[in-house]
């Protein structure tokens, strides 16, 4: 196997072009042939609704989803929670239950 590279796009404010960025980038290297696999961690869901599930908080499998059954060691078989999107990669949802992952070690999952 090749070895992975992890692109991250990170800012604290909100409405500086990550979700565009993510997705121009990702569509760009699944362009040229790379697998790519975009990881939507805003709790927003922004990147989620850009890709076209315009109702991320409904959504039962996310990347919160992913998250909870590592730490309480559940295993699904294949991964159901990796969408295909049209312009040739993947992504994992995001939506508000992220908010729940980061205050688990204080108030334990929602």
């Known amino acids: 196997m090749a070895k992975s590279k992890v692109i991250a796009v990170a ?18 290297l699944a362009a040229q042939g790379k697998r790519v696999l975009l990881l939507d961690v805003d709790p927003q869901g922004d990147l989620t609704k850009m ?18 059954d590592v730490v309480d ?10 969408l295909h999107h049209s312009e040739g990669f993947d992504f994992i ?3 508000r239950a992220l908010s729940a992952v980061e205050d688990s070690s204080i108030s334990g999952w929602a």
């Open 93 to 95: 949802p995001g939506n």
């Open 51 to 68: 890709l076209g599930l315009r109702q991320p908080h409904d959504l039962k499998l996310t990347l919160a989803t992913v998250m909870k």
């Open 73 to 82: 060691d559940v295993q699904r078989g294949g991964h159901p929670e990796i």
């Open 11 to 28: 800012n604290q404010k909100g409405g500086v072009g990550k979700s565009t960025t993510v997705f121009n980038l990702g569509a760009g």
